[in-house]
């Protein structure tokens, strides 16, 4: 029969409230990581990083937590808006850091 | 900057027939990524660049594909012959690498190849 794809877990928030994404990744040598965010019908547009070396950066609206010891790594938006709806990657890398793994996704619905 | 441009952005073809994907990295950046996204493994590495040479080519699924880079500012991903299993989108990136600055690539719109 037809293979059937992945069903990519859904995380429902309403419009100004925070969003957590979560991420487990397997390789505990990854030293850089990277969360992308890709919207209907187009391509990955990326969010944030964070090296190995740090557990904890901020941008406009985002921060990455990362916790090596049990291999996590989230990222939570703050007011989150309708805009910010789409399909949430994170992507690991390392030693070679251009070789990214990317997860399979989590898909935010922000309800307004 | 306008960004990564690939084309064609949607390619029907039948399966035996060669498919040929486009991309034009943006200008000045010195890596190059093709990737390959399905519903069922998710978004994959399939070969990269860097100043016009392939670097890690392990994620080509067999010989069918071939990525050629002849200048740096064009790539082509070709499949011959394509098969009902390479429908998929097609993605091409590029990136500036600096130490300071981190490793981002820069995602295309994509090409939606379906092989019927």
């Known amino acids: 029969g037809e293979s059937v794809g992945l069903h990519l877990p859904t995380l429902s928030v309403q419009e100004g409230d925070n969003s957590i994404i979560n991420c487990a990744y397997s390789?505990?040598?990854?030293?850089?990581f990277i969360w992308y965010k890709q919207e209907s019908g187009k391509g990955p547009q990326f969010i944030i990083d964070?090296?190995?070396?740090?557990d904890k950066r901020q941008g406009q609206r985002v921060t990455v937590l990362l916790n090596k010891t049990v291999k996590h790594l989230s990222l939570q938006i703050a007011a989150t808006q309708p805009g910010d709806s789409a399909v949430y990657f994170c992507?690991?890398?390392?030693?070679?850091?251009?070789?990214?793994?990317f997860g399979s996704g989590t898909k935010l619905n922000v309800k307004p | 900057d306008a960004g990564v441009i690939q084309s064609p952005r949607h390619e029907v073809t039948e399966m035996g027939q060669e498919v040929t994907l486009r991309c034009k990295p943006i200008?000045?950046?010195?890596?190059l990524f093709w990737y390959r996204q399905t519903m069922m493994r998710g978004l994959e590495l399939l070969i990269y660049?860097?100043?016009?040479?392939?670097?890690?080519d392990s994620g080509m699924p067999e010989d069918r594909f071939s990525a050629k880079m002849p200048n740096a500012s064009f790539s082509t991903l070709k499949i011959q012959p394509s098969e009902p299993r390479d429908s998929a989108v097609y993605f091409c990136?590029?990136?500036?690498?600096?130490?300071?600055?981190?490793?981002?690539?820069?995602f295309g719109p994509g090409t939606r190849l379906t092989v019927l």
């Open positions: 990136a590029s990136s500036l690498t600096s130490g300071q600055r981190g490793y981002e690539q820069f």
């Open positions: 390789n505990s040598a990854s030293d850089y």
């Open positions: 964070i090296r190995s070396n740090m």
């Open positions: 992507a690991e890398s390392g030693p070679d850091f251009n070789k990214f793994y």
């Open positions: 200008s000045g950046h010195d890596y």
């Open positions: 660049f860097n100043n016009n040479v392939p670097i890690d």
